[in-house]
């Protein structure tokens, strides 16, 4: 599966941004999508994710803040972030599990100034 990731940016904090995904194939052939992000120094961790039944995960930090979704129609996943904090600053990548493969976006990166 390729994707294709958009929409980080320059932000203050408590400002919004909603980053896109689009993957090259149908959805409903894809177990899982989501968002992981890396901080310098920190390892890559999950944000949320979405399964292709529509279930959806977050991490604690961004509960009730961050909101994932779809668009079966254009194979797009969305992510929109709202309140972003400092701590959100991070180089974010879409990834997609497929036949139990998992394949990565190129990770574009949301900067939160305070």
Same mark, same amino acid.
Request: glycine share 8%; with cysteine.
């Given at each position: 599966?390729?994707?294709q990731?958009?929409?980080?940016?320059?932000?203050?904090?408590?400002? !919004?941004?909603?980053?896109?995904?689009?993957?090259?194939?149908s959805?409903?052939?894809?177990?899982?999508?989501?968002?992981?992000?890396?901080?310098?120094?920190?390892?890559?961790?999950?944000?949320?994710?979405?399964?292709?039944?529509? !279930?959806?995960?977050?991490?604690?930090?961004?509960?009730?803040?961050?909101?994932?979704?779809?668009?079966?129609?254009?194979?797009t996943?969305?992510?929109?972030?709202?309140?972003?904090?400092?701590?959100?600053?991070?180089?974010?990548?879409?990834?997609?599990?497929?036949?139990?493969?998992?394949s990565?976006?190129?990770?574009?990166?949301?900067t939160?100034s305070?």
């Amino acid at each position: 599966v390729q994707l294709q990731a958009s929409g980080g940016g320059l932000v203050q904090a408590g400002e !919004s941004l909603r980053l896109s995904c689009a993957a090259s194939r149908s959805f409903f052939s894809i177990a899982a999508m989501g968002w992981y992000r890396q901080a310098p120094g920190k390892q890559r961790e999950l944000v949320a994710d979405i399964t292709s039944r529509g !279930s959806t995960n977050y991490a604690d930090s961004v509960k009730g803040r961050f909101t994932i979704s779809r668009d079966n129609a254009k194979n797009t996943v969305y992510l929109q972030m709202n309140s972003l904090k400092p701590s959100d600053t991070a180089v974010y990548y879409c990834t997609a599990v497929h036949l139990s493969l998992r394949s990565w976006g190129q990770g574009t990166q949301v900067t939160v100034s305070s």
